[in-house]
């Protein structure tokens, strides 16, 4: 069992998919009790399969990962230990640039995006490139009014 910023999950095996899974404590509507055991392999790396992930999603090879922040929301990104490769570089306005090493952007882009025009995603590209038609689309439901 581990914790992701408040909410708590448990690896275990999926039967279902054939791989170890994580599963939301929150999530779970019912447990059926069997007498079925289970060893944890040996060779699992904690540490590795929790490691690349920004929060709980995992994805594929690391990716580089570099978001300026405006001052205002320097201090706030300054304060906390983002992920295990967090770097903060400091600039000359009081804002700060966040470079992070991490498999799975998708948990990145819907973080980000939480700061507006506070926080600008520097790389990867496909990353920036996300975030910018996310906004644009949201952009366009503001302009369209209410619905």
């Not at 399969?49 to 920004?54: P, V």
């Not at 405006?70 to 804002?95: F, M, N, V």
């Not at 600008?120 to 990353?127: D, I, Q, S």
Request: aromatic share 10%.
């Amino acid at each position: 069992m581990f914790d992701r910023r408040g909410d708590w999950y448990v690896a275990g095996w999926d039967e279902r998919r054939q791989t170890v899974r994580d599963f939301a404590l929150h999530r779970i509507r019912r447990v059926t009790l069997t007498t079925d055991g289970y060893e944890i392999p040996r060779d699992l790396d904690v540490k590795q399969y929790l490691g690349a992930a920004f929060a709980i999603e995992k994805g594929g090879q690391p990716i580089d990962v570099a978001i300026r922040f405006a001052p205002r929301q320097a201090r706030w990104i300054r304060e906390r230990k983002w992920h295990r490769t967090a770097r903060i570089e400091e600039r000359l306005d009081g804002g700060c640039v966040l470079r992070l090493r991490v498999a799975g952007l998708r948990e990145v882009q819907r973080w980000v995006m939480q700061f507006g025009a506070e926080a600008e995603v520097l790389r990867p590209a496909t990353l920036r490139r996300r975030v910018a038609a996310d906004l644009q689309a949201a952009l366009g439901s503001y302009r369209r009014g209410r619905s």
